[in-house]
């Protein structure tokens, strides 16, 4: 087994960089303030504390091909549960706005630490937010004081703004309100990623488009495009409150 396949399920497959080595400087843990002019974005995002989810990821990349069940769990904007298995369960993630801890059970090995790690492993910046949104399909907001750029074209409309050294751009579809696009590109190195949503459905109890489908391709500046695939197949919402269990076992070592 890859070695690196535990960290790429992990994140879900945002595939730029496999087991890469560079940081890129990531956001504090406190709630983020939207830019002006964000009010003018027609996204919805999902209205919930509790939500759960099954379903499959699929990887495919230059040097792994695997799927894999997929277990989330998510207590909105404060916590995300994961679990992937292959038969057995091979990782399991928690992740809060200010931590993450992934246990290895393939390798018998753990982490404990900040978004350094999900950054050096990604080659891109990576906050607890973007996280949440490109599992739900989710808008991500402008932050600070500049205003996104925003334009619509027929059903759609597009937001783009800059956060750092990463340009983002999101494509809204106005029938449903729901983001059905989001492209990140990281300047600095040119490494880009594009997540598209589809196969929306109605959640219950609310009705909310959900997308049941994600496509992430992620293309390096140098190397190999790779992508991931996630299809869940059932999806709670607030039926009842989510335990995230998360324990190290005993003898596992520490990774750094």
Request: a positive charge.
């Amino acid at each position: 087994m890859n070695k690196c396949f535990p960290l790429v399920l992990l994140w879900v497959g945002l595939l730029l960089s496999g087991c890469s080595h560079k940081i890129f400087p990531t956001k504090t843990a406190s709630t983020p303030t939207p830019a002006k002019g964000s009010d003018l974005v027609k996204a919805k995002n999902l209205d919930f504390r509790y939500l759960k989810a099954k379903g499959k990821i699929k990887i495919d990349m230059p040097t792994l091909q695997q799927t894999a069940n997929l277990n989330l769990r998510v207590r909105k904007d404060s916590a995300i549960w994961l679990s992937v298995s292959l038969g057995i369960e091979g990782v399991r993630a928690y992740i809060t706005r200010d931590s993450v801890q992934v246990i290895n059970y393939l390798q018998k090995e753990y982490y404990a630490g900040d978004y350094a790690y999900l950054s050096r492993l990604l080659n891109v910046p990576v906050t607890f937010d973007r996280v949440q949104a490109l599992l739900l399909g989710d808008y991500l907001p402008a932050q600070g004081s500049t205003a996104p750029k925003i334009s619509g074209e027929g059903a759609m409309q597009q937001v783009e703004f800059q956060e750092g050294n990463v340009l983002i751009t999101q494509l809204i579809e106005l029938t449903r309100n729901r983001v059905q696009q989001i492209k990140l590109a990281e300047q600095q190195t040119q490494n880009k990623f594009t997540v598209d949503f589809s196969d929306f459905r109605p959640l219950d109890p609310s009705t909310m488009p959900f997308a049941y489908a994600v496509l992430v391709q992620g293309q390096p500046a140098s190397g190999k495009l790779a992508t991931a695939s996630i299809n869940y197949r059932n999806v709670d919402v607030d039926k009842e409150r989510l335990s995230f269990p998360f324990s190290v076992p005993k003898g596992y070592v520490r990774k750094k």
